[in-house]
């Protein structure tokens, strides 16, 4: 695994644009990782930390063993923050909350249906 493909960082690139974010407002150090990954991950440097100095959010990834993939995800992830914070809540996590809690109270009807059949 080298990396994410060309579209998705071009379409990150884009993301960045329309936020107005520059790669010299993120500052980048990359740290050493922590959890599964074995020796690899406890010698090397493949964690990677963000910081947007503009609005000082912070991020820190180490998913993976390979470090320009944790940068992708970190940045990535940095970017729906600034979002998020630009646009206030976000949608999708507004969404997925009310799907979940109408599959719970279908869930329970079946259950209450189920249980005064018995």
Not at 9 to 22: Q, T, W
Not at 47 to 76: D, P
């Amino acid at each position: 695994m080298t990396g994410p493909g060309k579209d998705k960082l071009l379409d990150l690139e884009k993301r960045m644009n329309a936020l107005c974010i520059k790669r010299e407002d993120i500052e980048e150090k990359f740290i050493k990782a922590s959890g599964r990954g074995g020796q690899k991950v406890n010698k090397s440097s493949s964690a990677v930390f963000l910081k947007h100095q503009k609005t000082n959010l912070t991020v820190k990834c180490g998913k993976s063993r390979s470090q320009s993939l944790n940068r992708f995800y970190a940045l990535r992830t940095l970017i729906e923050k600034i979002e998020e914070a630009v646009m206030g809540t976000d949608e999708k996590k507004l969404k997925k909350a009310e799907k979940i809690k109408k599959q719970k109270q279908r869930r329970k009807r079946k259950t209450q249906k189920k249980l005064k059949g018995q």
